[in-house]
């Protein structure tokens, strides 16, 4: 996983709320066995309609999504998380999340946000009125800016996601850390035990 620290890109208003993780990449997605291409399937119901926000090109290669309260609801999905990701967003900003998919996003990479409605609604105007403007998600000061506008809002986050935010761990780096204890476990461990079924 890449460490991320400060993403800063244009928003894309998607004034949705409960967006459940079908929504996000519909059930067909989840037969594939590569972990690439999950982009195309990403709001893919929403995009048949002209006037879903993704498809305004006023919107094309934004990078962060603002979104209604209870983003990523519904079954537990990485493929939402992905598609997130592959589709160009480095963060997600809401009201709320799912905790399941919040998980998801720290596990990889994803920056998920929690601001209260009000500043979404804000967020959502600024980025209506001007779609070139700026936001900054910095995940060491845990703040979101808008230089522009002055906005600066602080936002909280668990320090386990965000220490694997700010050094790139997955799980399994994070396992890796403890390399010499799980070597000197195995080497004491006694032989039979390994061969059992």
């Known amino acids: 996983m890449k460490v991320v620290r400060i993403v800063s890109g244009r928003g894309v208003p998607l004034k949705r709320s409960d967006v459940d993780t079908d929504q996000i990449i519909p059930a067909e997605w989840l037969k594939r066995v590569e972990r690439t291409g999950f982009e195309k399937g990403l709001f893919s119901t929403w995009r048949d309609d002209r006037n879903f926000v993704l498809n305004d090109e006023r919107y094309a290669g934004a990078s962060i999504l603002v979104a209604g309260r209870g983003f990523g609801v519904g079954s537990s999905r990485e493929h939402a998380v992905w598609a997130i990701q592959q589709g160009g967003f480095n963060a997600v900003i809401a009201p709320s999340f799912s905790d399941i998919f919040r998980n998801n996003c720290g596990k990889n990479g994803l920056i998920a946000v929690v601001l209260n409605e009000q500043i979404v609604n804000q967020l959502w105007i600024i980025i209506e009125d001007d779609p070139t403007t700026e936001i900054t998600v910095d995940v060491e000061r845990l703040v979101v800016e808008v230089p522009s506008q002055g906005l600066c809002e602080s936002f ?9 935010l700010l050094n790139g761990l997955d799980d399994i780096s994070i ?16 032989t039979w035990f390994a061969h059992q079924h």
């Open 156 to 164: 909280e986050m668990d320090v386990d996601t965000q220490n694997r």
């Open 175 to 190: 396992s890796l850390r403890h390399d010499d204890k799980i070597s000197s476990f195995e080497k004491t461990r006694p």
